[in-house]
């Protein structure tokens, strides 16, 4: 049975403990892979081989070789892209149709995106008066934070993880990573890439397991500098709890409950295609998905009939098999979730458009955490399912009036991670998307990325920005120098 292990100073090595624990595929329901179950032990080694590097090689390393490191990990990552897809899929369940397009690219991406803003950003640098009547020069200068850990969710592990790992390394630092328990092959394979582009040990480490082990050493250790998390909101508040002891810098990206505003002037056939997506996609696993969505009332009807329709099509299925849209849940544990909320989504007395259960499967797919695609409607906006991120493929449909009420039901939750908005009427557009308390919100689209913005959470969504210069400000310390000429 493969092993996965930890990547530690440039080397896999087992758990100190010499224990494993089984990784499943989530299609069949059966063992793939034994993975190294770390303790906190294999946490202070790969701490120490972090902390170590930034004081060798990598710390003194030019940015013109460092830049041209992370072109050769994107280049590596895109020669070696079926065994990501192979490995992803395999640990996710998930169709290649959408790894193929969005995880193991992006992999790629993360690397070449933050090198080119390490390349293009620009200090600043203020003369000014003195008292004495002459004149001095500030500037700014970009330093590495140092050890960075890096705390990775199941649900896109590739592109979430290089998503820091990118702009860490570029920025100069070194990482300790921890991608999720049941997600951690294409994090490990990472490392082989490391050391064949000549990353040198002791700058991306990784080690396994979960995070009522390791997580608190991960988050608390005296020689980590920073901790940057993407994952929910309890566990984002727990990592704020631990992590303060010893006041790290952190970046939470957290929970949704994305809201869709649908106006009776949008293009229906763009506000069906996108929406079939924000919902469904990555069986509804995506925190930038849509759970609530919000019609006009005049194409109320309308719209839930076509969503139904969409829903219908999407072909449930194994992730080699090219017709596949959609794969299973994660894990037994998260099936068992999102089945309790359609559950009590009935109990509720809700109207169940679309699926509502889990789909009987075949050939060999009968263990797996399948479900069906869900819509309800008819469900009060404080029911639990209107409240709670769910993170399956599932969503509530409920009618509007006016603009402002729509803005007020879309606002009416504790979290502020992303919504949409359409309509053609770009006015109307701007005006709403302007009002709703989200990190981001798409009009007429969705999911669609450019790495330079600010990517983040209001609310109980996160603490701070990531992406673009953003990824600069939290992955390094800026320091002013003041010279009086
Ligand atoms: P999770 O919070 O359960 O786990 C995320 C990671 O945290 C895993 O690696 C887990 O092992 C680790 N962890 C668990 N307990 C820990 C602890 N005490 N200390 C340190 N680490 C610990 O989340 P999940 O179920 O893997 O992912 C789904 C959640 O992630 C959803 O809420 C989703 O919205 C969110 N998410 C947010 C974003 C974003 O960009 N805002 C992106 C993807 C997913
Ligand atoms: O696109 C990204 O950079 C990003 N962080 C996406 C997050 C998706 C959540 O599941």
């Known amino acids: 049975m ?40 294999d946490v202070d080694k790969a ?3 972090a902390s170590e590097a930034m004081n060798g090689e990598w710390g003194n390393i030019k940015i013109n070789d460092r830049i041209a490191l992370l072109y050769a990990l994107a280049d590596e990552i895109d020669s070696r892209f079926d065994e990501f897809l192979e490995a992803e899929t395999l640990d996710t369940g998930k169709p290649y149709t959408i790894a193929r397009h969005i995880d193991i690219p992006r992999g790629a991406a993360n690397f070449k995106v933050f090198a080119d803003t390490m390349k293009s950003v620009a200090d600043e640098a203020y003369q000014m008066d003195t008292p004495d009547g002459g004149i001095a020069m500030n500037y700014s200068r970009r330093y590495p934070k140092g050890v960075i850990t890096v705390i990775t969710p199941w649900n896109l592990p590739f ?23 049941s997600t951690p092959t294409t994090t490990a394979l990472l490392g082989e890439v490391m050391n064949k582009v000549g990353i040198p040990k002791g700058v991306f480490n990784v080690v396994h397991g979960f995070g009522k082990d390791i997580g608190d050493r991960l988050t608390s250790h005296p020689k980590v500098d ?181 803005i007020k039901l879309a606002n009416d939750t504790e979290y502020g991670l992303a919504a949409t908005v359409f309509s053609e009427n770009l006015s109307k557009a701007h005006r709403v998307a302007g009002q709703i308390d989200a990190g981001i919100v798409w009009v007429n689209s969705w999911f669609l990325r450019d790495l330079r913005t600010p990517f983040g959470g209001m609310k109980k969504s996160g603490i701070g920005r990531e992406g673009g210069h953003h990824s600069l400000e939290f992955y390094t310390e800026l320091k002013n120098i003041c010279i009086k000429m």
Not at 160 to 179: H, I, Q, R, S
């Open 159 to 181: 592109l979430l993880m290089t998503w820091k790992v990118g702009p860490a390394l570029a920025c100069g630092n070194t990482v300790v990573v921890k991608a999720a328990e």
């Open 226 to 406: 920073a901790v940057t998390f993407t994952g929910s909101t309890p566990t984002g508040k727990r990592i704020m709890q631990s992590s303060a002891l010893d006041l790290k810098h952190l970046s939470l990206e957290l929970g949704g409950k994305n809201p869709a505003i649908i106006f009776a002037d949008c293009d229906m056939k763009k506000a069906i295609n996108e929406t079939v997506r924000s919902v469904f996609a990555n069986s509804g696993q995506v925190c930038l998905g849509t759970e609530r969505v919000y019609v006009e009332r005049p194409i109320f009807d309308k719209f839930v009939n076509k969503l139904k329709k969409a829903g219908e099509n999407i072909k449930l299925g194994i992730q080699h098999d090219e017709s596949s849209d959609m794969g299973p849940l994660i894990s037994k544990d998260h099936q068992e979730k999102v089945l309790s909320y359609y559950k009590l989504a009935k109990d509720l007395g809700a109207n169940v458009v679309l699926g509502g259960g889990s789909p009987k499967m075949e050939n060999g797919l009968e263990n797996g955490y399948w479900i069906d695609p869900t819509i309800w409607t008819g469900l009060s906006e404080d029911s639990a399912i209107v409240k709670e991120e769910i993170f399956g493929p599932c969503c509530h449909i409920a009618p509007f009036d006016t603009e402002e009420e729509a």
């Open 47 to 49: 701490v120490e081989a």
């Open 2 to 41: 493969k092993q996965v292990l930890h990547f530690i100073n440039g080397k896999f090595l087992e758990s100190t403990s010499g224990k494993f624990y089984d990784n499943y595929n989530p299609a069949t329901g059966k063992v793939i892979s034994k993975i190294a179950l770390g303790s906190e032990e």
